[in-house]
């Protein structure tokens, strides 16, 4: 068996350090398995793994593993981050995906809104309501992992925001506050959050604030991309995805009104009816 310090491990950046088995312990309870069948799960790649290997390595191995040995809803929560990126390459899906998230937590929103500015006008990606708030998001999505969201970005989102709530505030006066908001599927860097505290930008990035990063919210939320449906092809994913249905509790609902009958199999549909009823939290 391979001893963690004996382990390197080659990230997605291209960065090499050793294994972090607590870490890795840290993103498997985060799925929702106790500490003892986490550590089960790290005996068994520390068996499977060479000494020198790379984090795909890892998440294909215990993918593999957590398929096999582990309920649904946590081998569904350990793949979240790589099937947000199999989403792309067009952001469209991920900002619809956003949208959802925030619907199931009492926004009313809207996708790809077209808003005058006091000097261009902006598509943005989504707007959010909630009471007398408005909020004009800016998702970020990158399809490659090791990419952070840089700080252009963050004044590409904020100098687009000033210019809506300038024309905003003149035509439907003060009685609605505006605000700016950068989501992404990554995380993103200190310049960022530096400026975002310094301006008052809202971010939510994969794992930031602590507690209510992206990952959280999808997982509490049961709004899993439908990416992780693992053995539909993935031509018939391609298809679902370009009918807007890029949830899981898209696709339940689908199922339910039998409106994918022309994309999946009757044994598909069987499938992946049945592993939506421990993923969805909104049935």
């Not at 081998?75 to 979240?80: A, D, F, H, V």
């Not at 309501?129 to 970005?153: L, P, Y």
């Not at 509490?220 to 990416?227: D, N």
Request: glycine letters at 6%; hydrophobic letters at 35%.
């Amino acid at each position: 068996m391979i001893t963690p310090l004996s382990l390197t491990i080659t990230k997605a950046s291209g960065a090499s350090e050793a294994f972090n088995e607590s870490k890795l312990a840290k993103s498997l309870t985060a799925t929702g398995l106790s500490t003892k069948e986490a550590s089960e799960a790290l005996d068994y790649l520390k068996g499977h793994l060479q000494r020198s290997v790379s984090t795909q390595d890892i998440h294909q191995q215990m993918s593999s593993y957590l398929r096999d040995h582990a309920p649904v809803n946590n081998y569904y929560n350990y793949g979240l981050k790589r099937a947000i990126m199999d989403l792309g390459p067009s952001g469209h899906p991920f900002e619809t995906l956003v949208s959802d998230v925030l619907r199931h937590y009492g926004y009313q929103t809207e996708v790809s809104v077209i808003v005058l500015g006091k000097c261009v006008t902006h598509e943005i990606d989504v707007v959010a309501r909630q009471k007398d708030k408005q909020f004009f998001i800016e998702c970020k999505f990158h399809n490659s992992a090791g990419i952070k969201t840089d700080v252009q970005v963050a004044l590409y989102t904020y100098a687009r925001y000033l210019d809506i709530k300038s024309a905003m505030e003149h035509g439907h006066g003060t009685q609605t506050t505006y605000h700016p908001w950068l989501v992404t599927n990554t995380k993103v860097t200190s310049e960022v959050l530096d400026y975002a505290k310094c301006v008052g930008l809202e971010v939510t990035s994969w794992t930031y604030p602590e507690g209510r990063g992206l990952s959280s919210l999808v997982m509490a939320a049961g709004l899993h991309p439908v990416t992780l449906a693992y053995y539909l092809p993935r031509f018939k994913i391609g298809q679902l995805l370009e009918r807007g249905i890029v949830t899981c509790a898209r696709l339940k609902e689908a199922i339910d009104k039998q409106s994918v009958s022309d994309i999946l199999s009757l044994s598909e549909i069987k499938r992946v009816h049945q592993d939506l009823q421990y993923i969805c939290q909104s049935k």
